[in-house]
Nanobody, 126 residues
Framework: VQLQASGGGLVQAGGSLRLSCAVS??????IGWFRQAPGKQVEGVGC????????HYVDSVKGRFALSRAEAKNTVYLQMNDLKPEDTAVYFC??????????????????????WGKGTQVTVSS
């Protein structure tokens, strides 16, 4: 099983980026996005339920970030708009072979996801 996150980069505050996460070797139930800023713990960003396209976002990104499914199977986009310097972090996507629900508890418990991809750096300049 492999996860490939891509799309990070450097952007000015107020700008946008779109990250993508492609999962191969597994048909996931949910894809979660997490981030880790320097010196901080991993925190949840949002999750996407593959079966019904339901989403959940943490409060800090609601209204600015949006998850959607790509035409390619098992690929999910994270559209990030109105980026702020505090969004600067390494962003990871993750999944799990078990039917983990896309729910608030997942965002507060990253260890609920067993399979992680390499992160992609997002840097927002002020």
């Amino acid at each position: 099983v492999q996860l490939q996150a891509s799309g990070g980069g450097l952007v000015q505050a107020g700008g946008s980026l779109r990250l993508s996460c492609a999962v191969s070797g597994l048909d996931p139930y949910v894809i979660g996005w997490f981030r880790q800023a320097p010196g901080k713990q991993v925190e949840g960003v949002g999750c996407f339920s593959i079966s019904d396209s339901k989403t959940h976002y943490v409060d800090s990104v609601k209204g600015r970030f949006a998850l959607s499914r790509a035409e390619a199977k098992n690929t999910v986009y994270l559209q990030m708009n109105d980026l702020k310097p505090e969004d600067t972090a390494v962003y990871f996507c993750a999944t799990d072979p078990s039917p983990v629900p896309c729910a608030p508890i997942l965002m507060t418990n990253p260890r609920g996801m067993d399979i992680w991809g390499k992160g992609t750096q997002v840097t927002v300049s002020s």
